[in-house]
């Protein structure tokens, strides 16, 4: 198994910014690490992800700009850059260890997760 251990969130106003951090037990190649959010009521949905060789990254349309994954190797971190952040930005977010099907990123071990409120 990995071990995804989320951390970063809070409370912060609109327009602010955050950087969340996910600490994997363990770095394996052969998984794409990513992030994905879910706000109250609605379905969990996907942000970025990036891999552990290469670096090649993926965005959810609406958060390209604002938004930036990137990742430590050494550290077996990966972490998330949130700026300009807007009260629908406000949700529970999940790092995830998975794999690229396609054009679609599906996380096979999951992070608790860490909220991220932002008030207008």
């Known amino acids: 198994q990995v071990q995804l251990v989320e951390s970063g969130g809070g409370l912060v106003q609109a327009g602010g910014s955050l950087r969340l951090s996910c600490a994997a037990s363990?770095?394996?190649?052969?998984?794409?690490m990513g992030w994905f959010r879910q706000a109250p009521g609605e379905e969990r949905e996907f942000v970025a992800s990036t891999s552990w060789i290469g670096g090649s990254t993926n965005y959810a349309d609406s958060l390209k700009g604002r938004f930036a994954i990137s990742r430590d190797n050494a550290k077996n971190t990966v972490y998330l850059q949130m700026n300009n952040l807007k009260p629908e930005d406000t949700a529970v977010y999940y790092c995830?260890?998975?794999?690229?099907?396609?054009?679609?990123?599906?996380?096979?071990?999951w992070g608790q997760g860490t909220q991220v409120t932002v008030s207008s």
């Open positions: 363990v770095l394996r190649f052969d998984y794409v």
């Open positions: 995830a260890a998975g794999f690229l099907t396609g054009s679609s990123f599906r996380g096979a071990f």
